[in-house]
């Protein structure tokens, strides 16, 4: 099976196709942030211009579309359960006006780099395709392995976070049937 070439110029141009804002303006923003040479992330997203700075690159700055705006409560929550393996994030301001037809603000994004392989990364390593059966299985490992990680590990937190998951989940149109009670059963 052969794929199209993925091009990291490319995909920040279409990004950049749809908002007002430039990228020089995003670059301008996020060394007025943090500092520091401004190096964008290999690979990027369909929603967001994500880039590396800071004087030892250990920030990410994102420019997301508004419309596309990340939760901050839901990487606080994870941020709550996971420690250190999350990244503090922080919204820091728009930039772009809304009333520009057919093209978006963005909002920006400041966190903290978790550095680590990528979920991309992994996949390209590994020559296999994201539905493979052996990516499946691995997934399934990984999975396992976090939610034994949240239940041995964090039992207190979790007792106590429960009730803001679940609001925020149902919040989202999650359709839960079970109680915001953490000894209650699914």
């Given at each position: 099976?052969?794929?199209?070439?993925?091009?990291?110029?490319?995909?920040?141009?279409?990004f950049f196709e749809k908002t007002s804002v430039t990228r020089q303006t995003?670059?301008?923003?996020?060394?007025?942030?943090?500092?520091?040479?401004?190096?964008?992330?290999?690979?990027?997203?369909?929603?967001?211009y994500s880039v590396y700075a800071g004087p030892n690159s250990e920030y990410v700055v994102q420019f997301r579309f508004k419309s596309l705006e990340l939760k901050t409560e839901t990487t606080i929550l994870a941020k709550q359960l996971y420690g250190t393996l999350v990244p503090e994030v922080s919204f820091v301001g728009q930039l772009g006006d809304d009333d520009i037809a057919g093209k978006e603000p963005l909002y920006i994004y400041l966190a903290n780099r978790v550095r680590g392989v990528t979920h991309l990364e992994f996949n390209l390593a590994h020559d296999r395709p994201d539905n493979s059966q052996?990516?499946?299985?691995?997934?399934?490992?990984l999975m396992g392995d976090m939610a034994r990680y949240t239940i041995l590990l964090l039992p207190q937190q979790i007792i106590q976070i429960v009730p803001t998951v679940v609001v925020s989940l149902r919040s989202r149109g999650s359709p839960l049937n079970w109680s915001t009670s953490p000894t209650a059963t699914a």
């Open positions: 099976m052969s794929y199209p070439v993925y091009s990291l110029e490319d995909e920040i141009a279409a995003c670059d301008n923003r996020a060394k007025d942030l943090v500092g520091g040479a401004i190096v964008p992330i290999k690979i990027q997203g369909f929603c967001s052996e990516n499946f299985a691995w997934r399934k490992t």
